[in-house]
């Protein structure tokens, strides 16, 4: 990531946060009915109903790049879907309707496509939302899904990223990392965890876990207030039995799409008492959130801290 790109800078030398931080500046700022612009799991948008926010996302998979040709369309359809109902479970809201558009290479079966719709429809359907349309185009290489939701949420249940206040607990969902070995196909997103957070608690700021905890980490300090860093504990990181016990995988692996949020520790213990009598899924306190200039700080067994720096996934860090 370079702070001052070069006039004729590759992406790769900006890095994914360096680029959507200047196409930010290329678009400029949120106007009228925008409530929360980029920067956020979902843009978020005053509609009609006065009690509710529309939330609005898109997230594509690339042949290659989020899945292999030969996985199973079914699986492939599945993630599509998944990963974008993960990212209206991190605002904490209820999916309602998504448009799909493909890009197909002349030679692909139609019995692929139609698999890859019964997954993008599973997924959907499981949590309430319906698929209303789309666009199908021609790709002489790599074929790729977008899917483009749109939620809703109630106005005093909207989770962004930016509301950590100093003291919070920082807490997660599951266990983290070694999903390409499989999970990234076949994951649950988080909605009715999320559901269930935001109508129970004031949870005060939440991101789902896409590109790897230390990287997700780093939006959430990015989107808070100066002045605010983020102190994870080592030991307390829960760590996926795919991952082998590394915990460098469970901090940077990424594609995990559990919740990562914060929260006043004095629910803390109110919370893990009805999760636990709820969900069947773990749910782990790693740190607090703190007052400081350094960003997000990693404490070991021994008591050292180093920070932690954002090396998760990052699509033009890697080839
Ligand atoms: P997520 O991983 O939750 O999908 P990201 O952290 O990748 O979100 O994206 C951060 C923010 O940047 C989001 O608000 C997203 O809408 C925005 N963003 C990403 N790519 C683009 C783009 N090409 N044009 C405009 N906004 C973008
Ligand atoms: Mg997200």
Known sequence: MNPTPKKNARVRDLGEFGLIRELRSVIGPPRGSVVVGIGDDCAVLRGDDPDKYLLYTCDPVVEGVHYRRSDQPRQVGWKAMARNLS??????????WAVVSIGLRRDTRARWV????????????????QIVGGDTTQVKH?????????????????TSRSGAKVGDSILVTGKLGGSRRGKHLTFTPRINEARWLVGNFPVHAMIDLSDGLSSDLQRLVEASRPGIGFEIHAAEIPIARAA??????????????????TIDPRHVTALRKQWARTFTLELTEIGRVV????????????GSRKPLAPAGYDHFATS
């Open 87 to 96: 990212d209206i479970a991190a605002m904490g809201g209820v999916p309602r």
């Open 114 to 129: 139609k698999e890859l719709y019964a997954g993008l429809r599973a997924a959907a359907r499981k949590f309430g939302c």
């Open 142 to 158: 790599e074929q790729f899904v977008v899917v483009t939701l749109i939620g809703e949420v109630e106005r005093s249940r909207m």
């Open 244 to 261: 082998r016990g590394s915990l460098a995988a469970a901090l940077h692996d990424g594609e995990d799409f559990e919740l990562l949020f």
């Open 291 to 302: 007052r400081s200039r350094e960003q997000v700080t990693i404490i070991g067994a021994d």
